[in-house]
């Protein structure tokens, strides 16, 4: 049947229409396409990352857990470092790897290796606000800066330590803190200070610390 005049001319002008605007058209659905394929793609691999970032530090906690009083064996502390290594280089935007360091530290710390223990907690404070898959929260970092203050202590860098610890806002780690402060001043020879640092300690503190007194105790009525 013949066209009318009218839908030839209808016709004719979609043709045209398509002529002009055709390749634009193919070009535009094609990049939705790509860009739609494109975060599919990021989506499935996002998730796919936290899965195994999660596995990897499950298998930390796993470790980690012993009855009390029972020391890891040095087979499962290598293992949690080397572990919390592997979420450090595959998975280092992850908030897993941030809590994983923060146990390498600790097993690192046990063996006497304190160096090592620095290391894992100064990547932890370097890389904990910048978290892909979230932030570390305020309690983490301040463990971790606490720990790193103690650490440097440990190995005779009082000075350090102290640059560390002053000018934080400890939040609800004041006792923590404070006592770390009264342990530096101590070392620096500044009794006054570490007698007003731990007096700070006891009452900040959630409950009474017989070591923590003692400390105090200690120093007596010196200056």
Request: charged fraction near 20%; proline fraction near 1%.
């Amino acid at each position: 049947m013949a066209l009318h005049a009218e839908e030839e001319e209808s016709l004719e002008a979609i043709k045209k229409w398509w002529d002009e605007n055709g390749t634009m058209v193919v070009v535009v659905v094609v990049a939705a396409a790509l860009l739609w394929g494109g975060w599919t793609f990021w989506q499935s691999s996002r998730q796919a990352s936290i899965a195994a970032a999660s596995n990897l530090y499950e298998e930390i906690l796993t470790l980690a857990s012993t009855e009390p009083g029972v020391a890891l064996s040095d087979a499962d502390r290598s293992r949690i470092i080397s572990v919390a290594g592997d979420l450090q280089t595959n998975h280092s935007g992850s908030v897993y790897a941030l809590y994983g360091a923060l146990f390498a530290a600790q097993q690192a710390a046990t063996a006497s290796d304190l160096d090592g223990a620095e290391q894992q907690l100064r990547w932890l404070l370097s890389n904990a606000q910048t978290g892909l898959f979230g932030n570390a929260d305020e309690g983490l970092i301040l463990t971790a800066q606490l720990r790193l203050g103690r650490i440097l202590l440990a190995k005779g860098e009082a000075e350090q330590a102290l640059a560390l610890v002053e000018g934080l806002d400890p939040g609800t780690f004041e006792a923590g803190f404070a006592e770390l402060r009264g342990d530096i001043y101590l070392a620096q020879g500044r009794l006054v200070d570490a007698r007003d640092a731990y007096t700070t300690a006891l009452q900040t503190g959630t409950g009474a610390s017989t070591f923590l007194q003692m400390k105090l105790d200690e120093l007596g009525n010196e200056s």
